[in-house]
């Protein structure tokens, strides 16, 4: 099993920043992918972030320019960097990760229960 601790998140002022984090532990034999998503209240969830294990990024284009996600592979470790938040960017924030528990078993989704970010106007 694989357990996801997230961090970071609280109240800031538009225009402020946040950085979260989410850290995996439990039986990990690799991860994959890492990722994270939100979900304001009354909506659904829906997709900020993704990392891939070679590096490579993808946003959602209301956060681009604006978020940065990064990894350190040897903390097992996701981060978000938010900058120039806004009113619209409050919202639980998910923590993802694509993983395998032992070698040749197939990719799992695991994920966290969330840090609430709230960015007062």
């Known amino acids: 099993q694989v357990h996801l601790v997230e961090s970071g998140g609280g109240l800031v002022q538009a225009g402020g920043s946040l950085r979260l984090s989410c850290a995996a532990s439990?039986?990990?034999?690799?991860?994959?992918?890492m990722g994270w998503s939100r979900q304001a209240p009354g909506k659904q969830r829906e997709f900020v972030a993704r990392i891939e294990s070679s590096g490579s990024t993808n946003y959602a284009d209301s956060v681009k320019g604006r978020f940065t996600i990064s990894r350190d592979n040897a903390k097992n470790t996701v981060y978000l960097q938010m900058n120039s938040l806004k009113p619209e960017d409050t919202a639980a924030y998910y923590c993802?990760?694509?993983?395998?528990?032992?070698?040749?078993?197939?990719?799992?989704?695991?994920w966290g229960q969330g840090t609430q970010v709230t960015v007062s106007s």
């Open positions: 993802n990760v694509l993983a395998r528990t032992a070698v040749a078993t197939p990719l799992y989704s695991y």
């Open positions: 439990g039986s990990i034999f690799s991860i994959d992918a």
